[in-house]
């Protein structure tokens, strides 16, 4: 299902939940955001699950004491 969500809250939620994973290796995660996270309409669920999958393979394939950024940016209409 597709709802209204701010996509900074959501992956500042999942990279929080992988922090004493993170720190068990020494390593951190870093997000950085726009100024204006934007509300988007998206699958949840779906966004959830793949940004899990992101961070736990950059946990998994990054070196001790390795930093993992996790950038949102924004030009024109479109978030990347």
Do not use: W
């Not at 992956?11 to 939940?17: F, G, P, R, T, V």
């Not at 993992?68 to 940016?73: A, P, Q, S, V, Y």
């Amino acid at each position: 299902m597709f709802y209204q969500v701010f996509i900074a809250e959501l992956i500042q939620d999942i990279a929080h939940k992988y922090t004493l994973t993170a720190k068990e290796k020494d390593i951190s995660i870093r997000p950085i955001f726009i100024q204006d996270s934007p509300l988007v309409c998206a699958d949840v669920a779906l966004i959830d699950r793949v940004l899990q999958n992101l961070i736990d393979n950059a946990i998994k394939f990054t070196s001790k004491g390795g930093v993992i950024t996790i950038e949102l940016n924004k030009k024109m209409k479109i978030i990347s």
